[in-house]
Nanobody, 121 residues
């Protein structure tokens, strides 16, 4: 069974920082591409950042220079360090993997349940 479990969300003041983590199980993590998405109320889900199996990272223009994505293949986790947070960063943040499992050769998208980030004074 594939599980992606996010943690680390919460309430933070503008200019503050948060670190989100996503713990993955049931997938072959080391070969998986991982990413973070977010969805604000009334808006479509949008891509925030991604990291390849080889560690190459990429970012949406809106967060580049403020957010950093990283992965730890030994712990099957991907993290998102968010600095200089703005009210417009408020959203539910979702972890996503493009991965395969040991029991199926196919590649699929898997999603976590999301964690709320609220940036407000």
């Amino acid at each position: 069974q594939v599980q992606l479990v996010e943690s680390g969300g919460g309430l933070v003041q503008p200019g503050g920082s948060l670190r989100l983590s996503c713990a993955a199980s049931g997938i072959i993590f080391s070969s998986s591409a991982m990413g973070w998405y977010r969805q604000a109320p009334g808006k479509q889900r949008e891509w925030v950042a991604g990291i390849s199996s080889g560690g190459f990272a990429n970012y949406a223009d809106s967060v580049r220079g403020r957010f950093t994505i990283s992965r730890d293949n030994a712990r099957n986790t991907v993290s998102l360090q968010m600095n200089s947070l703005k009210p417009e960063d408020s959203a539910v943040y979702y972890c996503k993997s493009y991965a395969r499992t040991r029991y199926d050769p196919g590649w699929y998208d898997y999603w976590g349940q999301g964690t709320q980030v609220t940036v407000s004074s």
